[in-house]
């Protein structure tokens, strides 16, 4: 029996390999100027992302609130992101998702709030958030798919 679970264990790992080798992750990104976006339909471009791309472990989700729609008109978008991520890690995440070289990032480690729940206390998680400003006449789509 030790031979055949060899053999199978050997034929599992290289399906493993082929399916990992040619699995790649593609982002749907919706590029719109200013100026076209109101006579035109935004152009839709795919980006294609190798297995070994960290942005996507960087970039947790976007901030979708009330006050990050504010300041999306600010050119300034919120992403939830790692907690060991840097500013650097978090700029070329978002260069090589979105294709756009963001300008600034400014970074907050934000504490969870204490709750109660019945007569219990708890506390919600902590997590960084990065407020992204991205140059002037550049926009990136952060609500597809949210």
Known sequence: MGLLDNWLHK?????????????????VVAKSDSATSSAKASAVKKVKLSDK???FKVLVKPLVTEKSAVAESKNKYSFVVAKSANKNQ???AIAEIYGVKPSQVNVANIEGRRVRFGRTMGKRNDYKKAIITLPAG???DIHTGV
Not at 11 to 27: A, D, H
């Open 11 to 27: 034929k599992k790992k290289e399906q493993l390999t082929k399916t990992g080798e040619n699995k790649s992750q593609s982002v």
């Open 53 to 55: 791309s960290t942005a």
């Open 90 to 92: 978090i700029k070329t």
């Open 138 to 140: 550049k926009s990136i």
